[in-house]
C-alpha cells in the first residue's frame, strides 16, 4: 500500500486549499477511504470518509459544510476540498484507508501526511 498526500501549505483564515491522496499497491476501488489529522500535541482525529464507490460521505461535526470529499477511481485518487479554513484546522493531514470506525481504532494504511497550516 502507498499513499502520498499533497496539496498542503500555508494559507489565511478563511481561505482555500484542496488536498489530494495518490493510492497504489491494492485495489483502490473497492475500499472505503479517510482523511485524518493531527494537530501539535493532540491525537489522531478522524476528518471525512468516502465509501469505495464514492456514493456515501461522513464528515466531522467540527468541519461539516467547510470541507468536501471526493475521489477519482480511475485515476486512484481521492481530494479534500478545504473552505473557510480555521486555525484550529491546523494539523498534519493524512490519507488513510478503511472508514471513521476502522481509522478511529488505529487501523488502516496512511501516508506521510502534509502539512496545513492556517495563520495570518
Known amino acids: 500500500v502507498r499513499l502520498v498526500e499533497s496539496g498542503g501549505g500555508l494559507v489565511q483564515p478563511g481561505g482555500s486549499l484542496t488536498l489530494s491522496c495518490a493510492a497504489s499497491g491494492f485495489i483502490f476501488k473497492w475500499i472505503y477511504m479517510s482523511w485524518v489529522r493531527q494537530a501539535p500535541g493532540k491525537g489522531l482525529e478522524w476528518v471525512s470518509s468516502?465509501?469505495?464507490?464514492?456514493?456515501?460521505?461522513g464528515y466531522a461535526d467540527s468541519v461539516k459544510g467547510r470541507f468536501t470529499i471526493s475521489r477519482d477511481n480511475a485515476k486512484n485518487t481521492m481530494t479534500l476540498q478545504m473552505n473557510s479554513l480555521k486555525p484550529e484546522d491546523t494539523a498534519l493531514y493524512y490519507c488513510?484507508?478503511?472508514?471513521?470506525?476502522?481509522?478511529?481504532?488505529?487501523?488502516?494504511?496512511r501516508g506521510q501526511g502534509t502539512q496545513v497550516t492556517v495563520s495570518s
Open positions: 468516502i465509501a469505495s464507490d464514492g456514493t456515501v460521505r
Open positions: 488513510a484507508t478503511g472508514g471513521r470506525s476502522t481509522v478511529e481504532r488505529g487501523g488502516g494504511d
